[in-house]
């Protein structure tokens, strides 16, 4: 067998989707496993950078559920960015443009994972609670939380 791929293989590619603050602190904070993948970052954080310095970040519209508009303008970004990309893989930390990036995701056949925040350590987020059934992985960074919700695994935290 060979010891390395042949050269026309490519490597898989990711979309890894975080709103901005502790979402995108902690994806930045898994950017060394990313490394051998076609990655694309996708953030709501204006003028960011990715965390290694040379991989595409496309930044969406903010929004919540208190704002329609900018979640439905947020919705149709993610859209023409996940049908240009075609991720193989979507790996996010949330929080909305995680939720619907997965969503999209899956109904093209793409892998998701969910990295719940560390800062919820008494239940899951909305954002997480609405994901957990849709996605592949469902992670969170406390323990005790898959007690309660038993789809959901731990692997220890992030920060």
């Known amino acids: 067998m060979p010891d390395k791929a042949p050269a026309t293989m490519t490597a898989p590619r990711l979309l890894l989707v975080a709103s901005a603050g ?10 060394a496993a990313f490394e051998g993948f076609d990655a694309q970052y996708v953030t709501t954080l204006k003028g ?11 930044v969406v519209r903010d929004g919540s559920q208190t704002d329609p508009l900018a979640l439905l303008i947020m919705f149709a970004q993610l859209l023409f960015i996940v049908l240009k990309f075609r991720p193989s893989t979507i790996v996010t930390t949330g929080a909305a443009p995680g939720v619907f990036a997965v969503r999209l995701g899956k109904l093209l056949g793409a892998r998701t994972v969910w990295i719940d925040s ?3 350590s008494e239940k899951l987020s909305l954002s997480g ?10 992670l969170t960074q406390w323990p005790h939380l898959t007690d309660a919700y038993p789809d959901v695994q731990c692997f220890g935290s992030v920060i």
């Open 129 to 138: 609670r609405l994901v957990r059934k849709h996605v592949d992985l469902c």
């Open 22 to 31: 502790g979402h995108w602190v902690q994806l930045s904070r898994l950017a």
């Open 118 to 120: 560390i800062a919820n």
């Open 48 to 58: 960011a950078r990715a965390p290694c310095g040379w991989r595409p970040v496309a």
